[in-house]
């Protein structure tokens, strides 16, 4: 392919000035200037230290779905579907959003803190074993 002259094609396109310094002497055209940073450089072992945690710090527990190994720890848990007020479930999120808990977990702790009142009134609740 052979080497085109820009400064020519630009001449063509912007208008004849001086056809015959567009084609013998092309124009060398600059490179952007490159503008410098105020601040230092980061280096790279900078880099690396930012994206990695401190290896003492506790993992922070997302929510959602729990992994495999942490469901191993857990008590029996079954799926169950109540009819509530739809006022009590959005004060019980926002509960559980200002804790930074699960909503299971705060649902959880209400009903246990209300067996156990139930059993102090009216003593212990013996259930069948299960098969």
Not at 64 to 83: L, Y
Not at 85 to 103: A, F, N, P, T
Not at 108 to 130: C, F, M, Q, V
Request: without cysteine; aromatic residues 4%.
């Amino acid at each position: 392919m052979a080497k085109k002259n820009l400064a020519a094609l630009m001449e063509g396109i912007i208008g004849e000035s001086d056809k015959q310094t567009a084609i013998t002497e092309p124009r060398e055209i600059s490179a952007p200037s490159v503008i410098e940073p105020s601040h230092q450089e980061v280096t790279q072992e900078e880099i690396k230290e930012e994206q990695t945690p401190p290896q003492n710090t506790p993992e922070k527990r997302r929510p959602g779905r729990p992994r495999k190994s942490e469901s191993d720890q857990k008590i029996e848990e079954i799926r169950a579907t109540f009819i509530v007020d739809s006022s009590q479930v959005r004060k019980m999120k926002y509960i559980s959003l200002v804790e930074g808990k699960l909503l299971k977990d705060v649902l959880a702790a209400a009903l246990n803190d209300y067996i156990a009142s139930w059993e102090e009134e009216n003593g212990r609740i013996r259930l069948p074993k299960t098969k």
